[in-house]
């Protein structure tokens, strides 16, 4: 049991520290993208220097999760959570999910100019 709940708070907190690392720039454009606007939305580029902590976190998250997730199916033992192929199967589409948060939070600066 303790496995699973380490496993999924390993991808959660990568899925957290993706979404921080792009606050910085993919928050200004969803909500301006929504029809919310003012200078207040300038405010919201305060977390950017942080933004490169935020992306090693979650990519260290990543690779611990990855390593848990993607062992061998025979080096886990029978009953335990890695064992059972609907969890395994779940966790897996649930990390690339994150890891797609994680790519996006790191190409997006270079990609915004091209939506301005």
């Keep these: 049991m303790a496995e699973r709940h ?12 993706a979404i921080l690392a792009s606050t910085c720039c993919l928050g200004p454009l969803v909500l301006v993208a929504l029809g919310f606007s003012g200078a ?18 979650a990519l260290a ?3 611990f999760a990855g390593r848990r997730i993607f062992r061998p199916a025979s080096a886990c033992r029978p009953g ?5 192929p ?16 994680v790519l996006v939070a790191m190409i ?6 091209f939506f301005y």
């Design 61 to 63: 998250a990543l690779f």
């Design 6 to 17: 380490t496993a999924r708070a390993t991808l959660a907190a990568g899925g957290l520290a």
């Design 80 to 84: 335990e959570v890695c064992a059972i």
């Design 40 to 57: 207040w939305i300038g405010n919201l580029t305060t977390l950017e220097p942080y933004r490169p902590v935020f992306i090693g976190a």
């Design 86 to 101: 609907q969890v395994r199967t779940t966790y897996k589409l649930i990390f690339w999910v994150v890891a797609a948060l």
């Design 108 to 113: 997006f600066p270079y990609v915004l100019p």
